[in-house]
């Protein structure tokens, strides 16, 4: 069954009688994932025997899911770039992606993305899943991205994500100084009708909510840390500008280019639920090189 991935789990007494398909149900198998297994290569075992989902259990039984083999998508080029990466099991990765990097290739940046290089770094490790990442960053923001190695994986934390178990902090530089050091901003968000790119808050918008705390005060601009409660395009960057504090180096929404050439917006913090552990973890992206050149030269107010 070479390199498909694989869940495998002992019924206890409590599935005593239980179809599997029940079983596979609250371990969050899908009907979607089991069809797929029908359908395109998977396989279900009990005690190393081919079954299907109407077999009863006993307590004692070992299930095995087997996943249909995963391809790269096609179009997707696998580069050999050198990845930060800061957590890696057979189920998922943390990388801290630098500043510069897009996250998924596109029209205007079809190569040297962080996809691209995962496909690649896949290649070496001998994983032959396509590329699912479950938070993105803009190209210009630095941090942490969590990547799950398997479309499954991918969906079960999805799933904590929607659920608001997945939180991340970010740390920005926002310009001026905050008459309200701490606080929420619930405005709704929405393509500029003149833009493809650029996003505004307009009352037809998508619902978006982000906390702000002032961390500290320096000569032009305050250090902020930020949390997302919903995850819109270019959520911090709009709330901000809208706030009148545009990121230094943000002139896509009305920031100063003099100090920094990217928009000052880091992801420092991720902290999720192991999908198959159940263990809270946390991991960290130390303030980039350009970021902390700036705090060096800055003065508190």
């Known amino acids: 069954m070479g390199n498909q991935f694989k869940l495998a789990w002992a019924a206890e007494p409590e599935d005593q009688g239980k179809m599997l ?3 596979l149900s609250s371990r969050e198998i899908s009907k979607a994932a089991l069809t797929d297994i029908k ?20 307590a004692g039984d070992q299930v095995e899911v087997y996943f249909p083999p995963e391809e790269a998508s096609p179009g997707l080029k696998g580069e050999h770039i050198p990845l930060s990466i800061l957590y890696e099991d057979e189920y998922l990765l943390v990388i801290d ?25 896949y290649r070496d490790i001998g ?23 398997h479309r499954h994986v991918h969906h079960l934390m999805s799933k904590q994500q929607k659920a608001g178990h997945l939180k991340r902090i970010y740390e920005a530089f926002a310009e001026g100084i905050f008459t309200e050091k701490k606080g929420v901003i619930e405005e ?34 305050s250090y902020v840390e930020l949390r ?16 009148n504090h545009p990121l230094l180096g943000d002139d896509l929404y009305g920031g100063g280019i003099e100090q920094l050439k ?22 960290t992206a130390p303030l980039p090189a350009d970021m902390n050149s700036i705090l060096d030269q800055s003065k508190p107010v």
């Open 21 to 23: 398909r029940e079983f």
């Open 39 to 58: 359908f395109k290569g998977g396989r279900l075992l009990v005690n190393g025997s081919p079954v299907t989902v109407r077999r009863i259990l006993e």
């Open 97 to 121: 992606k630098p500043a510069g990097m897009s996250t998924i290739p596109s029209r205007e940046h079809p190569t040297g993305s962080l996809a691209n290089g995962l496909v690649g770094y």
């Open 127 to 149: 994983n032959e899943a396509t590329c699912h990442i479950v938070t993105r960053l803009d190209r210009d923001t630095s941090g942490v991205v969590l990547v799950a190695k």
């Open 188 to 221: 709704p968000i929405g393509r500029k009708a003149t833009s493809i790119i650029e996003r505004e808050v307009r009352p037809d918008g998508q619902y978006a909510c982000t906390y702000y705390q002032v961390v500290a005060e320096l000569k032009g601009f």
């Open 228 to 243: 997302l409660k919903t995850g819109r395009t270019h959520q911090i960057r709009v709330h901000m500008s809208y706030l």
């Open 262 to 283: 990217r928009q000052a917006l880091h992801c420092k913090n991720i902290r999720f639920i192991h999908p198959f552990s159940q263990k809270e973890m946390t991991f």
